[in-house]
């Protein structure tokens, strides 16, 4: 590394790299954070691993930190708190502010902004574990075509899904999605193919495409199952491309994300484009989504760690 690049890494001060966290998410985002962090240190960047589930965040203050890039995955850390905490305590940190945090967190908040905005989205109901009747099931399940996907409102990852198809079906996996949320989305399971576009500084990388042998790209497809393949380029043409880049940023910026994400999508056998949910904390493994649209611009995973670290804005 020569002296001018080492010095262009330090000018980002001592850095703290934040994951782990007590969320069902737990176990990615070491993953993540542990990549981020060899990433930065590979680059010259005093970076330094920090676990909230294992110390306090005034620490932050006493070490002197002067940005955090922010690598929690789920509750806590994906969904406004943890960046409100640290506007408090005045440390940068990387990636969207508390309302697009906590908007984008929320599958159901999402789904309501992006519909008011005429976005397309699925079809949806809303089982609120305070007022839900059993007894709603069967005519949830006409409204919605019979076949549905059933999601927590605010956790990642898949954790809490389930794919059903009758009413009996539909009770349980709400009961079990309960669980995790007491609001839980109930939306129209959409048949083709899954997409997803990454958002790096306001401009749209490629998008990927992705299939699983599995009923839906749940927790054991995205994480463990060798079955499931990733293209990138995805193959669509270049005008779709352009379409769906366009589609990502504008339902990114409807919810207040900025500085970096990831948009998912689901494509019907018509062609037509129906948006799932945006992530602004996803995965950053070796392999995860969106180091592999990097890739395919031509940024390493470092470059790419070092961009994150870039929109941990001074000022917010």
Not at 249 to 264: H, I, P, Q, T, Y
Request: hydrophobic share 40%; net charge negative; aromatic share 6%.
């Amino acid at each position: 590394m020569s002296k001018q690049q080492l010095t262009s890494a330090r000018q980002y001060g001592k850095v703290a790299v934040m994951f782990g966290g007590d969320s069902a998410e737990r176990d990615v985002s070491l993953n993540s954070g542990k990549a981020v962090l060899k990433g930065l240190l590979e680059l010259g960047v005093d970076a330094h691993a920090f676990d909230p589930a294992e110390q306090p965040l005034t620490l932050l203050l006493e070490q002197k930190i002067q940005r955090v890039v922010i690598v929690l995955h789920g509750r806590g850390g994906e969904d406004g708190s943890l960046q409100g905490a640290l506007q408090q305590l005045n440390i940068p940190y990387s990636g969207t502010g508390v309302l697009g945090s906590a908007l984008c967190m929320d599958k159901i908040r999402s789904k309501q902004v992006w519909q008011s905005l005429g976005l397309p989205t699925a079809k949806y109901k809303i089982a609120d574990k305070r007022s839900f009747d059993a007894g709603s099931c069967e005519a949830i399940m006409a409204d919605l075509g019979n076949e549905v996907m059933v999601k927590p409102a605010q956790e990642g990852s898949s954790i809490g899904m389930a794919k059903v198809n009758s009413a009996s079906q539909l009770e349980t996996a709400v009961q079990d999605a309960f669980k995790y949320d007491d609001k839980v989305l109930i939306e129209q399971f959409i048949h083709g193919s899954e997409y997803t576009v990454s958002i790096l500084n306001g401009k749209a990388l490629p998008s990927i495409s992705m299939s699983t042998p599995r009923e839906f790209y749940d927790y054991t497809a995205k994480y463990q199952a060798d079955s499931t393949v990733y293209r990138c380029p995805s193959g669509l043409s270049e005008e779709l491309e352009a379409k769906l880049g366009e589609l990502a940023l504008e339902a990114f910026d409807a919810l207040a994300g900025s500085g970096w994400g990831r948009v998912d999508f689901m494509q019907d056998k018509l062609g037509r484009f129906y948006l799932l949910e945006a992530n602004t904390v996803p995965g950053m493994t070796e392999k995860s989504l969106v180091p592999l649209a990097a890739k395919q611009s031509g940024m390493s995973f470092a470059e790419l760690s070092l961009a994150v670290l870039q929109t941990a804005e001074v000022g917010r």
